[in-house]
């Protein structure tokens, strides 16, 4: 999936377009500060051309800025929408690429013919073959293939699909490389997975989200407060003898409702879900996105997610009278053939810890056993050597055939293993044991510390583990975790997500089969994996098109990212409308009351040359603040005291600053220029 920049001149000039084009008020409503602002533009424009109809060649000019910067103020605010969504259609244009018109090869009464992809219904049953398009989403129920899903994940490697299990699910735009599939499509047209990526990137039907549309009230409220102040001013200018405009009055009123984040909202929650987006992960809402920044528990499969998937060999443990060097050169020949990531662990331990060279299979010519779900043992017969290794009955019962034992020390070792939560594999050697390897759920590096970041940010984390308590307490140790669930049934993860919910926390978890379904559903958070179930992905409110389970605590630092930015730029704007206050209200009575001329604290130059400064500072901010919006706050693991204050140091005290020094130097150029 290609990843655009949000200064692609393609996106640019859309974005320029679309800014004009959203000045609809059909469009506009949706944005009522902003459609404020566009009603006082308007309002501004008509005083303008009757100051040229009437002749007030004054007027016009001082007017007519004051309309053009207004416009702006709106075209710049749409600009910042429409940027946002650009880059969500520009990946959509690119997914629509997929979904070139297919041939599906139908099967019905025990035939197969060729029909469009875009005939095929809920349920059909379609047959593909090697370098087939997958024509729709669904489940395979017969055969197994190699699945190329770059054009849905942007990943290259190619996975594997089969019928039954958690592997099953397809998705429609795939291509098959190998072997053959019957899938059963589960999705009519316009209602499949692609179908949904591509309405839901483009950011059309983005719904706002309950902190949006609170703070949107509040907003509208400002608004208000602000009309009615404004509107109160004329009235007592007449009674004081002052004169002030309608156009004057609509600058006032633009620079004192919050225009700042009113112009930024809509970008700032589009561009969260697209950040999400690069990296590989599809929100089903921006209440998912909003939801998971203030996610207070994360429940966290062990597997994959905090270890690393596959139990490695981690020691060699001999048996009494044995040298741990014989066992290692034992254990590594009996592995050299087998593909398995354990196997390959054990061949790196030894080469590793006793220095013995990886061995040529093709020169030893030897007589690799593979391993039998029916004997439990692999091995290798070599040169009159016999090694086998494998469960501890397995090799118990070998032994005995050779009318062998096992030996005491040996199952001291197993015994040791297991309760450690290891998986012990004993070696033998011509009928004699010579100890055992120990392997273990590896934690994966750096988790502890990402937990402890977790922790700092106020959020607590359970491991989700099928293991015996004994083995899920010893990884939940090793790996940082606040608290585990052992032996968990799909009962257990909801009634656990449900006790975490009714304590007033937020929660998150992430999942990939028809099991987790329930769980997805529950939680506030459901991350489904792309390479899960259908029942999974229908379930979460998320889907990782990666299948990285680790993912989700990127996902709440997006979501806190999201957060964090919202509050800065309200923070920033409020502090700007008490900065610019001071700007226009004594350049407004100042020649009725030369009094307030104490409270021009910037020293501005005349009266109209206060009002066009603030108005144009008003709309220059905005654009200043869109690659802050777009890109979002730098994410620090802060509680929220923390990021209060933080907030109020920077973004208010910084909204205060600025426009007193950004209004100045705008003074100063129109003064020098001869526009004021």
């Known amino acids: 999936m290609s990843k655009k920049s949000s200064l692609d001149r393609g996106i640019l000039a859309q974005a320029v377009k679309e800014s004009f084009t959203k000045l609809d ?59 946002a969504e650009g880059r969500g259609k520009a990946q959509a244009d690119t997914l629509r690429k997929t979904k070139s018109e297919t041939i599906a090869k139908k099967i019905s009464g025990g035939k197969t013919e060729g029909i469009s992809a875009s005939a095929l219904r809920k349920d059909d049953v379609v047959l593909v073959e090697t370098g087939d398009i997958i024509p729709g989403d669904g489940e395979v129920i017969e055969g197994i293939a190699s699945v190329d899903e770059s054009a849905i994940t942007g990943e290259s490697a190619p996975v594997i699909r089969e019928s039954g299990g958690d592997r ?75 004169t002030l405009s309608i156009p004057v009055l609509a600058a006032l009123m633009v620079c004192l409702i919050p225009t700042t984040i009113g112009g930024l909202l809509s970008a700032i929650g589009i561009a969260g879900m697209d950040r999400l987006l690069k990296r590989n992960v599809l929100a089903m809402s921006g209440r998912a996105v909003e939801a998971a920044g203030d996610v207070g528990v994360l429940l966290l499969d062990k597997t994959g997610t905090i270890t690393l998937g596959n139990r490695m060999a981690t020691e060699f443990v001999p048996a009494p009278g044995v040298s741990p060097e014989k066992l290692a050169d034992a254990a590594q020949l009996s592995s050299l053939a087998d593909e398995t990531p354990e196997g390959r662990s054990i061949v790196i331990l030894a080469k590793e810890k006793y220095n013995l060279r990886e061995r040529d299979i093709n020169s030893l010519g030897a007589e690799f056993i593979p391993f039998s779900a029916h004997t439990r043992m692999s091995g290798v017969n070599l040169q009159g050597r016999e090694i086998r290794k494998g469960a501890m009955d397995s090799i118990e019962k070998y032994l005995r055939e050779k009318g062998e034992t096992l030996a005491p020390g040996v199952k001291a070792a ?40 977790l922790r700092r940010m106020g959020i607590k984390t359970v491991m989700i583990t099928g293991d015996n308590p004994l083995t899920a307490a010893a990884i939940a140790a090793e790996a940082g975790v606040d608290d585990f669930l052992a032996e968990a049934t799909p009962e257990n993860k909801l009634t656990l997500i449900r006790e975490y919910q009714g304590k007033g926390n937020l929660v998150a978890m992430t999942g990939d089969g028809t099991n987790d379904a329930p769980a997805l559903a529950q939680s506030d958070v459901g991350v489904a994996m792309n390479s899960g179930t259908q029942a999974a992905k229908e379930a979460g409110n998320m889907v990782d098109l990666d299948s990285n389970p680790t993912k989700l605590i990127e996902i709440v630092e997006i979501g806190k990212q999201l957060l964090m930015t919202r509050g800065a730029l309200t923070t920033f ?24 001329g104490t409270l021009n604290i910037m020293h501005l130059a005349t009266a109209q040359s206060a009002i066009l400064s603030a108005v144009i500072f008003n709309a ?52 020098a220029l001869g526009l004021s």
């Not at 070696?427 to 590896?442: F, H, N, P, S, T």
């Not at 700007?583 to 009575?589: G, S, V, W």
């Not at 919006?629 to 600025?658: D, E, V």
């Open 573 to 596: 704007s409020i502090a700007n409308d008490v900065a610019k206050y001071f700007a226009i209200i004594p350049a407004l009575f100042v020649v009725t009351y030369p009094e307030l």
């Open 25 to 83: 008020p059909r469009v506009m409503w949706k944005n009522p500060v902003m459609l404020v602002v566009e009603i006082l533009a308007v309002l501004t424009t008509y005083f303008t051309i009757r100051d040229i109809a009437v002749g007030r060649a004054g007027d016009f000019w001082f007017d007519g800025q004051i309309a053009l910067w207004l416009w702006i103020t709106v075209l710049f605010a749409n600009f910042a929408e429409a940027l």
């Open 168 to 242: 099953s699910s397809v998705t429609g735009g795939t291509k098959v490389l190998s072997d053959w599939i019957k899938v059963r499509i589960t999705a009519n047209p316009g209602e499949t997975f692609l179908d949904r990526m591509i309405s839901l990137v483009e950011g059309a039907k983005r719904q706002k989200t309950p902190n949006e549309i609170a703070l949107t009230i509040l907003l509208i409220g400002l608004t208000i407060v602000f009309l009615l102040a404004v509107a109160t001013l004329e009235p007592y200018a007449i009674y004081s003898g002052a």
């Open 620 to 671: 220059l901010i905005i654009i200043a603040l869109v690659p802050l919006a777009l890109r979002g706050i730098a994410y620090r693991p802060l509680g929220a005291n923390a990021i209060l204050k933080r907030n109020l140091l920077i973004y208010g005290l910084g909204g205060l600053i600025a426009p007193f020094i950004g209004i100045k130097l705008i003074d100063m150029l129109l003064v």
């Open 414 to 453: 197993v015994e040791s293993i297991a309760k450690k939560g290891g998986t012990p594999l004993v070696v033998a050697e011509d009928g004699q044991a010579l100890g055992v390897i120990y392997l273990k759920d590896v934690v994966k590096g750096g988790i502890n510390e990402r937990f402890a970041q």
